[in-house]
């Protein structure tokens, strides 16, 4: 159909140069007397018809080479090349449109590439969460079975109720700290950002560890003035501390310490924790924020490995950041920045 329009078009456009050819050629011969004028303003006719075709000749043979070029360009992007014949430098209307097509497949390419960095973290992320809960809900179906299948007095039967209920305690914890994790990492969170006092943020969070620090004798000992402020969310932030100080509890031995410490800075508010644990060793430091990421020295204790994680993800949201430092048999210093 389009070609059979285009077929109609031509013909018309060559009909109509005929009539005015011969329109030409009548008045000329009717209303110039002279034939040799006659015959200039023929041939002066003849040569702009000729320069009109050729013109229209050169500016389709154009059209042609720019669409044989747009054209080889979108072959290399699909096939997943950089046009080699690319010219950057040419002010050239092929150069403009190529270059907006390069910058239209840089585009796409750094799409596809964080589409498969985020296929390969969820992947991650369900191998972690399986390996996780595949322990605890193991543990679960043993002690029923345990349970349902012994004849056990009731002191033993006290304690494997205990040892069961203590995994499905495990098992709560692990399900809120991933469903934490997953709002934190898909961003279906709000944060409410705001300057506002430390006191009341970190006494909030001493209330989720008072009564482990107490059945350890952990001295615990907080300066702070009342009155210095930083921009963050109280409650978010208050569960980044509470993590931060359970993890400073349990690695503690009993009769140790832990010191909390604000200190304003220019642009920031540091808040140290620093306990009297057993440490990290120092090539592990840059290791401990790594979701589910424990050190052979914190295997004996109850955890999950997302305390650390969590509490990062959530200073790193509020534009804040964390640093630590630590000493093996000493203790763990770790300084929270949020902006003041």
Known sequence: MRERKDGIIRFGMILAGAVLWGSFLYIVWIWVPRA????????????????????NLLQRRQVCRFADELCGTLDELMAGRKPERYIYYEDTLVSKVQGKFLQFYDLMSE????????????????????????TPIANLQMFLGILQSHDLSEEKRAEFLEMTAGQTRKLDFLMQSLIKMSRLET????????????YGTIAEALNVIWAKAEAKDIRLSVECDS??????????????????????????????????????????????????GIGIPEEQCHQVFKRFWRGQEAAAQEGVGLGLYLAQEIITKQRG???VKSV????????????T
């Open 227 to 276: 009155a210095l402020t930083a921009r963050h969310d109280s409650k978010w932030t208050a569960e980044a501390l509470g993590n931060l100080l359970d993890n400073a509890v349990k690695y503690t031995p009993k009769g140790g310490s832990i010191q909390i410490g604000v200190r304003p800075w220019q642009f920031y508010t540091r808040v140290d924790i620093a306990d009297t």
């Open 36 to 55: 040799g004028i006659r015959y200039l303003l023929i041939l002066l006719w003849a040569g702009l018809c000729l320069m009109g075709l050729v013109g």
């Open 187 to 198: 961003g279906t969170f709000t944060l409410h950002v705001e300057k506002t006092d430390l």
């Open 321 to 323: 950041y964390i640093s």
């Open 328 to 339: 093996v048999g000493e203790g763990t210093t770790f300084s929270v920045y949020l902006l």
């Open 111 to 134: 799409e596809r590439r964080l589409s498969r960095q985020d296929k390969q973290v969820i992947q991650e992320l369900v191998s972690d969460i399986s390996h996780q809960v595949k």
